[in-house]
């Protein structure tokens, strides 16, 4: 028998790109949810960008952390998994990029009963066996307050 929890939370998302010499932050906050289901937690959220939606999913399991998203034609995902080189895929309407991952930091601290956790990922973008970027992942989430302020 399946169980499946769902709450509102809100997150925080903080990704450092470096490529070459060049170091870009950029900070995300929105609201989402968390999804427990047979021992598999989810959490789900839509960027708004510049007019462009993108849904991203997380999911969290024992050893790994998977990333999907979706949106505008293109498709991402990559899985995580420390101390691993793992086969990445992104689709794009001008056709499919063979990519893989190194994680060399992973770590999650989740609970879902209270609904709040952090995931922290340092990885390496990796194409034609070549490093093309170096990422740090931040993320950071809690229960959406029902109460007016």
């Given at each position: 028998?399946?169980?499946?929890?769902?709450?509102?939370?809100?997150?925080?998302?903080?990704?450092?790109?470096r490529q070459d010499d060049d170091?870009?932050?950029?900070?995300?906050?929105?609201?989402?949810?968390?999804?427990?289901?047979?021992?598999?937690?989810?959490?789900?959220?839509?960027?708004n960008i510049a007019e462009q939606?993108?849904?991203?999913?997380?999911?969290?399991?024992?050893?790994?952390?998977?990333?999907?998203?979706?949106?505008?034609?293109?498709?991402?995902?990559?899985?995580?998994?420390?101390?691993?080189?793992?086969?990445?895929?992104?689709?794009?309407?001008?056709?499919?990029?063979?990519?893989?991952?190194?994680?060399?930091?992973?770590?999650?601290?989740?609970?879902?009963?209270?609904?709040?956790?952090?995931?922290?990922?340092?990885?390496?973008?990796?194409?034609?066996?070549?490093?093309?970027?170096?990422?740090?992942?931040?993320?950071?989430?809690?229960?959406?307050?029902?109460?007016?302020?």
């Amino acid at each position: 028998m399946s169980q499946t929890q769902k709450q509102m939370v809100q997150l925080s998302l903080t990704t450092t790109v470096r490529q070459d010499d060049d170091v870009e932050t950029f900070n995300f906050d929105t609201a989402g949810e968390l999804l427990v289901k047979n021992d598999h937690v989810y959490l789900r959220y839509t960027e708004n960008i510049a007019e462009q939606q993108t849904k991203v999913r997380f999911k969290s399991e024992p050893d790994s952390v998977r990333l999907h998203r979706t949106g505008d034609g293109q498709q991402t995902q990559l899985v995580f998994v420390l101390d691993q080189q793992v086969p990445a895929f992104y689709q794009t309407p001008a056709g499919q990029m063979h990519l893989a991952t190194y994680t060399t930091q992973l770590q999650t601290a989740i609970d879902p009963e209270k609904a709040q956790g952090k995931i922290a990922i340092d990885y390496q973008l990796i194409a034609n066996d070549q490093i093309v970027g170096e990422y740090a992942l931040r993320l950071q989430f809690q229960a959406k307050s029902s109460k007016l302020n």
